[in-house]
């Protein structure tokens, strides 16, 4: 069995299996097997971590491949919703904004440091958390017409919002500080 291998990478694969259905699911209005297929891989993204350490099972490729598959989900999710008119494209677009500056931080550090690894920040841990309860909520608002739903909807928007310009700065800070450092500023 290849090194690589291992229940936590597996479940990780899972989760990248079920996009496309899940995408199709939102797509022809299948709102019960949308909800459980998005709640189902956003609990698979914190068993997989804290199994891999439980298991002692923690690998290079599920550390590259952990934060790929998130970040993919978020995007089809956030994509296929705002497609649907259930999500503003704004949110969308700040999110795809903050992932993209973390990228370019992260490709930048790789070229000009002796960086490697680059674990999440508390802050991107709960900007994840805080997508993962919205995408739940919003599929949750497909299901029902109940008005505290929808008011839930509206606070976590701005919450996500919030939560992604703030782990955006703070991964900016941090990147801003090791480039000075490597600079000798």
Same mark, same amino acid.
């Given at each position: 069995?290849p090194q690589?291998w291992s229940i936590?990478? #597996?479940l990780t694969i899972?989760?990248?299996?079920?996009i496309p259905?899940?995408v199709r699911a939102?797509?022809?209005?299948?709102?019960a097997?949308?909800l459980?297929?998005?709640? #189902?891989?956003a609990?698979?993204?914190g068993?997989d971590?804290?199994?891999?350490r439980r298991l002692?099972?923690?690998?290079?490729?599920g550390?590259?491949l952990?934060p790929v598959?998130?970040?993919?989900?978020?995007?089809?999710v956030?994509?296929v919703?705002a497609?649907?008119g259930?999500a503003?494209?704004?949110?969308v677009?700040?999110?795809f904004?903050?992932?993209a500056?973390?990228?370019?931080?992260a490709?930048?550090m790789?070229?000009?440091?002796?960086?490697r690894?680059?674990?999440p920040?508390?802050w991107?841990?709960?900007s994840?958390?805080?997508q993962?309860?919205l995408?739940?909520s919003?599929?949750i608002?497909n299901?029902?017409?109940a #008005?505290?739903?929808?008011?839930?909807?509206?606070?976590m928007i701005?919450?996500?919002a919030a939560?992604?310009?703030?782990?955006?700065?703070?991964y900016?800070?941090?990147?801003g500080?090791?480039m000075m450092?490597?600079?000798?500023?």
């Open positions: 069995m690589w936590p990478n #597996a899972l989760r990248l299996g079920c259905f899940l939102v797509l022809d209005e299948r709102h097997l949308a459980g297929l998005f709640f #189902a891989a609990v698979t993204d068993v971590g804290w199994l891999a002692n099972q923690v690998t290079a490729a550390a590259y952990d598959a998130d970040k993919i989900l978020m995007g089809a956030y994509i919703l497609v649907t259930r503003p494209w704004w949110l677009g700040l999110i904004g903050r992932d500056l973390i990228l370019l931080g490709g930048l790789l070229l000009v440091g002796k960086v690894r680059f674990p920040s508390i991107g841990k709960l994840t958390l805080s993962s309860v995408g739940v919003l599929l608002r299901l029902t017409s #008005a505290f739903v929808d008011w839930f909807c509206s606070i701005w919450v996500v939560a992604a310009v703030w782990s955006g700065v703070q900016a800070w941090a990147g500080r090791y450092k490597k600079e000798g500023l």
